[in-house]
């Protein structure tokens, strides 16, 4: 198993927000969600694009990007993703640099085909032409980053004359770039095309089929990478799941009871048409998706335990990231994130190594420790005595 001293951590924010709130609201507790990050030390934040279906609200990430830098210091901000089929790459490009230099080298590009099949729809998009327009799409935009000379290059559904950028990227030689794998291998294999890092959105076990094969989906990634004469690094592949945590189990179920009940339903199946994985009550939902290992639902140490579990799962992975869902109270959701920096991070990035070693140090002294107090203390009440004679 392949596994970093410092795993990365951050949320993956669609954002899932229940359709029918108010949705300035969603947003602003969007941009708290990540103030509250970057004050807890995560290191990553991805942001959605979606146009269509009235959960995930946000647009444009960039936009919503550039609003987060405002309000943050250290943690960087990604797009997660955006879809490039929708978008001239010369446009991406030059948004892209211009984040940036903004955020004096916070951005990060993470890319994807689209999603939801009604934002392709809406914009006359061919469902099956998604994935080689993004594959085409990456191709310039690199080309883009890292070339001198004006480029001309026509597509069927773009066009380039003479195009060059005119800022160059803040990072060197541009800021990495994800590549989304959601349901097919075409991801990892753009991945693997050119060097990229992996956003795998998935769930380690469906509970109806089993477990993910992960290990196969990053022998894909390094099979590409091979064909293009590139390399990839599993310490750059980012895993996504839902999780709330709780100081309880009970707790944290009970939490996202109702909310993780019409996320499954009303959202993933009912408006997006996905198979259902479980016929039992609504109220049960999260207690099925938890005990099949597809939801982290529980305390800090099952979330350990499940971030075990999937390093041995997929041979290993560098990033793990919360699929944030506007499933519980506020309060609740940011307590959520607090539990995770206090007591999960410092086991994958050895902060708490030092700390455990001292106490355990000390711990094992504390007999001599504690005798040699009471002799200085002995001491000290003699010469006191003797001093009063």
């Known amino acids: 198993m392949?596994?970093?001293?410092?795993?990365?951590?951050?949320?993956?924010?669609?954002?899932?927000?229940?359709?029918?709130?108010?949705?300035?609201?969603?947003?602003?507790?969007?941009?708290?969600?990540?103030?509250?990050?970057?004050?807890?030390?995560?290191?990553?934040?991805?942001?959605?694009?979606?146009?269509?279906?009235?959960?995930?609200?946000?647009a444009s990430p960039e936009v919503f990007i550039a609003a987060a830098a405002?309000?943050?210091?250290?943690?960087?901000?990604?797009?997660?993703?955006?879809?490039?089929?929708?978008?001239?790459?010369?446009?991406?490009?030059?948004?892209?640099?211009?984040?940036?230099?903004?955020?004096?080298?916070?951005?990060?590009?993470?890319?994807?085909?689209?999603a939801l099949p009604g934002d392709a729809y809406m914009m006359g998009i061919p469902h099956e032409k998604q994935r080689e327009r993004m594959d085409e799409s990456l191709d310039v935009i690199i080309r883009l980053f890292t070339e001198t000379e004006p480029i001309t290059y026509k597509s069927d559904w773009f066009e380039l004359k003479e195009a060059m950028i005119h800022l160059r990227p803040y990072q060197q030689p541009y800021m990495p770039v994800a590549v989304a794998s959601i349901q097919s291998p075409a991801g990892v294999a753009l991945a693997g095309k050119h060097g990229a890092a992996v956003l795998t959105i998935t769930v380690p076990r469906d509970p109806s089929a089993g477990p993910a094969d992960l290990k196969g989906l990053w022998s894909v990634a390094e099979e590409s990478a091979a064909e293009h004469g590139k390399q990839v690094n599993r310490h750059d592949w980012r895993l996504v799941l839902p999780v709330h945590?709780?100081?309880?189990?009970?707790?944290?179920?009970?939490?996202v009871r109702v909310g993780s009940g019409q996320y499954l339903r009303e959202y993933s199946e009912g408006t997006n048409g996905?198979?259902?994985?479980?016929?039992?009550?609504?109220?049960?939902?999260?207690?099925?998706?938890?005990?099949?290992?597809?939801?982290?639902?529980?305390?800090?140490?099952?979330?350990?335990?499940?971030?075990?579990?999937?390093?041995?799962?997929?041979?290993?992975?560098?990033?793990?990231?919360?699929?944030?869902?506007?499933?519980?109270?506020?309060?609740?959701?940011?307590?959520?994130?607090?539990?995770?920096?206090?007591?999960?991070?410092?086991?994958?990035?050895?902060?708490a190594t030092s700390t455990l070693a001292s106490n355990q140090w000390a711990t094992e002294r504390k007999d001599d420790f504690v005798?040699?107090?009471?002799?200085?203390?002995?001491?000290?009440?003699?010469?006191?005595?003797?001093?009063?004679?």
């Not at 954002?15 to 990050?37: V, Y």
């Not at 879809?83 to 990060?108: C, E, F, K, W």
């Not at 945590?245 to 939490?255: C, G, K, P, V």
């Open 371 to 389: 005798a040699g107090r009471v002799r200085s203390i002995d001491r000290a009440k003699s010469v006191y005595a003797n001093r009063a004679r």
């Open 274 to 351: 996905r198979k259902p994985v479980f016929d039992g009550p609504l109220d049960q939902v999260v207690d099925n998706m938890a005990d099949s290992g597809a939801w982290v639902v529980g305390t800090p140490d099952d979330c350990i335990e499940a971030i075990h579990a999937l390093q041995e799962l997929s041979g290993g992975f560098g990033g793990f990231l919360v699929q944030t869902v506007d499933w519980a109270p506020r309060d609740k959701m940011l307590r959520s994130y607090e539990l995770l920096a206090r007591y999960v991070m410092p086991v994958f990035q050895g902060t």
């Open 70 to 114: 405002q309000r943050t210091r250290y943690i960087k901000l990604g797009t997660g993703v955006l879809s490039l089929p929708y978008h001239h790459p010369l446009m991406v490009a030059n948004r892209m640099i211009q984040l940036d230099h903004m955020t004096h080298g916070r951005v990060l590009l993470g890319v994807g085909p689209g």
């Open 2 to 58: 392949d596994a970093p001293s410092r795993m990365k951590f951050g949320s993956f924010l669609g954002p899932f927000h229940k359709a029918g709130e108010n949705p300035t609201l969603a947003l602003d507790r969007d941009l708290e969600l990540i103030e509250w990050m970057d004050y807890l030390g995560f290191d990553e934040v991805w942001v959605g694009e979606h146009h269509s279906a009235g959960w995930e609200i946000i």
């Open 245 to 255: 945590l709780a100081e309880s189990r009970q707790e944290a179920r009970n939490d």
